[in-house]
């Protein structure tokens, strides 16, 4: 179906976004938003009232092939390097497939809900044995809603990681504090890949970060004291939940991450990663959600 022929609701507009890929705008009296096909990769999210609630690099690339730095990338079917190829993109290449648009939907209480599509087709195959149908549903109202469905169309199990890899928008993350995940054991990627178990106090940040929270399903909350406001992270369908600042020489590393623009994010990621991989029967599905509200 062409994109002119799919009906959009009042609030949203189909633009041609940076380096002239397709994306929708959403406007509406309860927020702005942004969601591009490249990836089913949301952009931006603004509740009315409040300030940006998802950080985008001044940086990052916008074009086919290439992920987006900043916004809700989706990761599958690995997370991190790929687990024996390291040639293979890390994070896997669904973040860098162009998503089909199936509908556009106005919700209840002025939200928008956007649905994109991607079927893991014989190109993926060389990288990956699994015939999938993912489904990306991103709902912009008053809070965030963003869900990855993943079908097994084939006629074997498939094993996969997937992360909804969910940039912030924070004051300065040298004031921030997450809560929710006292108690968790994580793997420290900082820290060689060694198994700790987080402490009662709130995580905070006094340089890289880089941890994989295992077999939680907690919420979390983003106390952002420089910006006085609070951003909760409820999942459902998650076991894993990634804490990520690349602080100062990390941030100088990537070509597509502003040497200066560490202290203005953090990444918390809805996932189920490691350990926590998942493994779909023949004709087996599941739902991975995050909904993000500002307190
Ligand atoms: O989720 C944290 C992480 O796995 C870090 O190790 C870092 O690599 C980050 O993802 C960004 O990965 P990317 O491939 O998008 O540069």
């Known amino acids: 179906?062409?994109?002119?022929?799919?009906?959009?609701?009042?609030?949203a507009t189909l633009q041609a976004g940076r380096g002239g890929l397709p994306c929708l705008a959403i406007d509406?009296?309860?927020c702005t938003g942004e969601i591009y096909f490249h990836g089913a990769h949301v952009t931006a999210w603004q509740p009315h009232g409040h300030?940006?609630?998802?950080?985008m690099s001044r940086h990052s690339a916008f074009e086919p092939g290439r992920p987006i730095r900043g916004g809700i990338p989706v990761c599958f079917p690995w997370f991190g390097p790929h687990p024996s190829d390291p040639?293979?993109?890390?994070?896997?290449f669904a973040r860098l497939s162009p998503w089909t648009l199936d509908r556009v939907e106005r919700r209840i209480d002025d939200a928008v809900a956007v649905t994109l599509s991607l079927r893991t087709g014989a190109d993926d195959l060389r990288h990956w044995p699994?015939?999938?149908?993912?489904?990306?549903?991103?709902?912009?109202?008053?809070q965030l809603v963003v869900a990855l469905s993943v079908r097994n169309d084939g006629d074997s199990p498939c094993m996969f990681q997937e992360a909804l890899h969910t940039y912030f928008a924070v004051g300065d993350v040298r004031q921030v504090a997450i809560e929710?995940?006292?108690?968790?054991?994580?793997?420290d990627k900082v820290r060689g890949g060694e198994h700790f178990r987080q402490d009662a106090a709130p995580i905070g940040f006094t340089g890289e970060t880089d941890r994989v929270y295992l077999d939680t399903e907690s919420t979390t909350v983003i106390d952002d004291a420089a910006q006085g406001r609070r951003i909760a992270v409820e999942k459902q369908g998650s076991r894993t939940t990634v804490v990520w600042n690349p602080w100062i020489a990390k941030a100088k590393a990537m070509p597509d991450f502003g040497d200066d623009e560490w202290?203005?994010?953090?990444?918390?990621?809805?996932?189920?990663?490691?350990?926590?991989?998942?493994?779909?029967?023949?004709?087996?599905?599941?739902?991975?959600?995050?909904?993000?509200?500002?307190e």
């Open 263 to 294: 202290p203005a994010m953090v990444c918390v990621e809805t996932a189920n990663a490691l350990d926590n991989a998942l493994t779909l029967a023949p004709g087996d599905g599941h739902r991975l959600q995050a909904s993000i509200r500002v």
């Open 87 to 92: 040639s293979r993109p890390p994070h896997g």
């Open 130 to 142: 699994h015939p999938c149908a993912l489904t990306l549903e991103a709902t912009f109202g008053r």
């Open 180 to 187: 929710g995940l006292a108690g968790t054991t994580y793997v």
């Open 1 to 11: 179906m062409s994109l002119s022929a799919i009906p959009l609701p009042a609030g």
């Open 51 to 55: 300030g940006p609630v998802l950080w």
């Open 28 to 30: 509406t009296p309860a």
